[in-house]
């Protein structure tokens, strides 16, 4: 005979993420976009973010049907690398002896990036099991599996050791949880004095709610886009100080205009990057903050 309680214990199953996590995860662990999968191959550093800088259009000009495929392809990865870079250098300083959180690390570049720059031990979830296995295996082909670590953890509660973080980060990943959550997480790694990155796409309060294309972005990857206050508010009820913001719109511009031209490696989603840029209803930042 079982008992009320234990029959209730048996019973409840708790699960480790939510149906709208559960849902995400399915999105990244059937994604096999072209304009993910064939950048990413040229230097076995798998980006899921967008590009920065001034874009080379003359790669479009190329005669040859499949080499203007290929210049164009190297040409996108070659700004989405720079978006890499621009994050990482401002994580640092850093020695090879301190450790960095990915937050949302996708297929792993920007750990990678991490560690390559700095030689830091480097840990990064996501909540894929398609990508946390894809990313391990880039690390194990680079000889930095000793270093560069991917977990199939959520980052809200990663579980990882408290105040063993000299920096932290999320590129392009914010949009996938509630930022009070995120932020206490991340105060809650990072020792005193430690620092925390964003690149992120944020609403424009000034503009009012999410606009369509905000909308759209946010059907198109299951997410929900934090207006650019919240990321303020949230902060600063986190420990988190910002010491350096920069709007990176202007800069993603010619990106999404050559990634429009791309017809081997378009999704669909172009235009409305283009447009909710262009009307003011969206941004693209960078945030950097001590953590105190
Ligand atoms: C890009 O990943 C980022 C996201 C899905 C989060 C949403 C970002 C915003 C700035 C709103 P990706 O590189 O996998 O996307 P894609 O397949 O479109 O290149
Ligand atoms: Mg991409």
Redesign the pocket.
């Known amino acids: 005979m079982t008992t009320a309680r234990e029959a209730t214990a048996a019973s409840i199953q708790i699960p480790t993420q939510t149906v709208y996590q559960t849902r995400v995860a399915d999105y ?1 662990n059937a ?1 096999e ?1 072209p ?2 999968l064939d ?1 990413g191959k040229i230097d076995d550093l798998y ?4 590009g920065i800088g001034a874009a080379d259009r003359s790669v479009l000009d190329e005669p040859d049907p499949a080499l203007r495929k290929e210049r164009i392809t190297t040409e996108l990865h070659r700004l ?1 690398h720079a978006q890499a870079e621009l994050l990482a250098s401002h994580l640092g300083p850093l020695t090879p002896a301190d450790r960095v959180f990915d937050a949302g690390c ?1 297929r792993g570049g920007g750990s990678i990036v991490a560690n390559l720059r700095y030689g830091c031990h480097t840990d990064g979830v996501t909540i894929s099991t398609k990508q946390y296995e894809f990313a391990n295996e880039m690390a194990r082909k680079r000889g930095v599996d000793g270093k560069v670590r991917y977990h199939h953890r959520n980052m809200l509660d990663t579980g990882f050791e408290t105040g063993a973080y000299a920096a932290s980060w999320n ?3 914010t ?2 949880v509630e930022l009070e959550l995120l932020f206490a997480e991340h105060a809650r790694l990072l020792r005193r004095g430690g620092r925390y990155v964003t ?4 609403y424009n309060d000034t503009y009012g709610r999410a606009s369509r294309e ?1 909308s759209q ?2 059907a ?2 299951i ?1 929900d ?1 934090h207006p650019r206050s919240e990321y303020f508010r949230a902060m600063s009820h986190n420990r988190l100080v910002p010491v350096h913001v920069e709007d990176l719109t202007a800069a993603t511009i010619p990106y999404w205009e050559l ?1 429009k031209e791309a017809e081997h490696l378009v ?1 669909g ?1 172009e235009d409305a ?1 283009l447009d909710a840029y262009k009307n003011g209803s ?1 941004q ?1 930042l960078l945030i950097v903050a001590d953590r105190v």
Do not use: A, P
């Open positions: 990244w994604e976009n304009v993910n950048l980006h899921h973010h967008y989405e996708g590129n392009e990943s949009m996938y690149i992120t796409g944020c905000v972005i946010n198109h990857y997410c886009i990634r999704t989603i990057f969206f693209y």
